[in-house]
């Protein structure tokens, strides 16, 4: 989002404003604070162990829970409001995407393994994962795109990102165990973190073509009569 901004403004001429700036500067500083308090990684080092994680009843429950809600989405909610609500495509699109990353871990050990020489071309795991990734990934780009035919950029990017976020992390939460060792003062900066990643999407997109530069605010503030 923060690379699609300020890559616009030179490249395509478009103008970054004062809320632009201000919030690539919070987007940037809740994701230091994220990555300063964000959870260690259960190391999963190979598919045996990737396969049983993913047959965790916890992760079995979410996916297919995850699976019903998209698919009445796509069946039954998207031909009927998607046209007028711009949160069902979005949605559709976020609640693929945990099946996206996830696909996208298990295959990275794959590869990892590859290169190491173990033998994964005969393990079932890499190409079921590869089928999810193709249908998680083309029906996100399909539905996105949708998404972006009906409904002003400015409000799909920072709404996609959100909730493409949440779900992940909810993904990963579940799938990982990541924050089950978390301190409370951990939890509370990722939290923090998030939300300020959140107000600075806000305030890049909502005021996208509101017209203020530094000068006229400092110009105006200069202006204001000063108190007796």
């Given amino acids: 989002v923060l ?21 690539c500067v919070l987007s940037i500083l809740g994701s230091t604070v994220m990555v300063i308090h964000a959870p260690e990684e259960e190391e999963v080092t190979s598919l045996d162990e990737m396969e049983g994680k993913l047959q965790d009843p916890a ?3 979410f996916a297919v829970l995850v699976t019903v809600v998209a698919l009445v989405l796509i069946v039954v909610v998207a031909p009927k409001r998607g046209q007028t609500n711009i949160l069902i495509y979005v949605l559709i699109c976020s ?6 990353v996830s696909s ?7 590869i990892k393994q590859m290169l190491e020489r ?3 071309y005969g393990h079932p795991l890499v190409y079921i994962l590869v089928g999810i990734l193709v249908l998680s990934v083309s029906t996100q780009i399909s539905y996105l795109n949708k998404a972006l035919d009906v409904f002003n950029t400015s409000l799909v990017t920072p709404i996609y990102y959100v909730c493409f976020t949440t ?4 993904s990963s ?3 990982f165990k990541e924050w089950s060792s978390m301190e409370p003062g951990d939890i509370i900066g990722t939290l923090s973190g998030f939300c300020s990643i959140i107000i600075g999407i806000f305030l890049l997109h909502a ?7 530094w000068s006229q605010l400092v110009s105006t503030v200069a202006k204001e009569p000063s108190l007796p």
């Avoid at 005021?207 to 530069?213: M, V």
């Fill in 3 to 23: 690379n699609s901004a300020i890559l616009s403004s030179y490249f395509l001429n478009e103008k970054l404003n004062i809320h632009g700036k201000l919030g």
């Fill in 59 to 61: 992760f079995v429950t």
């Fill in 95 to 100: 609640l693929i995407g945990a099946f996206s």
């Fill in 104 to 110: 996208v871990k298990g295959l990275g050990i794959a």
């Fill in 118 to 120: 173990k033998p994964v």
């Fill in 167 to 170: 779900t992940v992390v909810m």
């Fill in 173 to 175: 939460i579940i799938l």
């Fill in 207 to 213: 005021f996208k073509n509101t017209n203020i530069t």
